[in-house]
């Protein structure tokens, strides 16, 4: 089966790093997304690797290891805003969408 | 990025009605649209794709007569939750993806743009 994993919750301080972590078994790949959702809201982009490395995004950045079928999130300076949910998902060999469950990232002052 | 609207963004309504969303991709032509659930505190979960021009595809355990799904156009979509119950009060939220921009230069993409969803309380 499809699968893909993700901590449950998370918490960090307030202009620290926090690194997100997801492992994903699927049947092909075409690319892992990492998106954002804040409580009631819709998710919203962050950022697509289908090569492995690293991607750096202002201060979010994803990393692929597709050997490994592993991935991260990592963002630095962490601020109050950044609490939210961070959904890993997996675009399969028919071009669908696997999505995690979800990270809470709880961020303190 | 690409913008996708949706409509209404709350919609309280008693057991037994019907409710219509829309979807809408205000700046490119969406190939492919996507309906998902969302639970409280739950993750996404993928209702239905649906190609424009031809019969959605549901994932199973979701069913096909009671939410209808119709994509009309490249760019609107609609889901109809038909004799709603309480049990269907969720966050539905729609996404688009592929496609070509109205105006600007050809773009296609496999990311998904979601829209701002839309909270449905049944009573």
């Known amino acids: 089966g499809q699968n893909i994993d993700q901590p449950t919750e998370m918490t960090a301080t307030e202009g620290a790093i926090v690194q997100i972590n997801c492992t994903y078994q699927?049947?092909?790949?075409?690319?892992l997304f990492w998106y954002q959702q804040h409580a009631g809201e819709a998710p919203t982009f962050l950022s697509y690797?289908?090569l492995d490395g690293l991607e750096e995004k202002g201060r979010f950045s994803s990393f692929l290891s597709r050997s490994k079928g592993y991935s991260y999130l990592l963002l630095k300076e962490l601020q109050m805003k950044d609490s939210a949910s961070y959904l890993c998902a997996v675009m399969d060999s028919n071009y669908q969408l696997i999505w995690g469950a979800g990270t809470k990232l709880i961020i303190k002052p | 990025g690409a913008v996708v609207s949706q409509h209404p963004s709350w919609v309280i309504c008693k057991s037994g009605t019907s409710v219509k969303i829309e979807c809408r991709s205000l700046d490119f032509q969406a190939t492919t649209m996507f309906w998902y659930r969302q639970f409280p505190k739950q993750s996404l979960m993928l209702m239905a794709t649906s190609n424009e021009g031809s019969k959605a595809t549901y994932e199973q355990g979701v069913e096909k007569d009671k939410f209808l799904i119709n994509h009309a156009s490249l760019t609107l979509s609609t889901l109809t939750v038909t004799s709603a119950h309480p049990e269907d009060s969720s966050f539905y939220i729609c996404?688009?993806?592929?496609?070509?921009?109205?105006?600007?230069?050809?773009?296609?993409?496999?990311?998904?743009?979601f829209g701002p969803g839309t909270r449905l309380t049944v009573t």
């Open positions: 996404s688009a993806s592929g496609g070509e921009r109205i105006t600007g230069e050809a773009k296609f993409s496999y990311e998904q743009y």
């Open positions: 690797n289908v």
């Open positions: 699927t049947s092909g790949f075409n690319g």
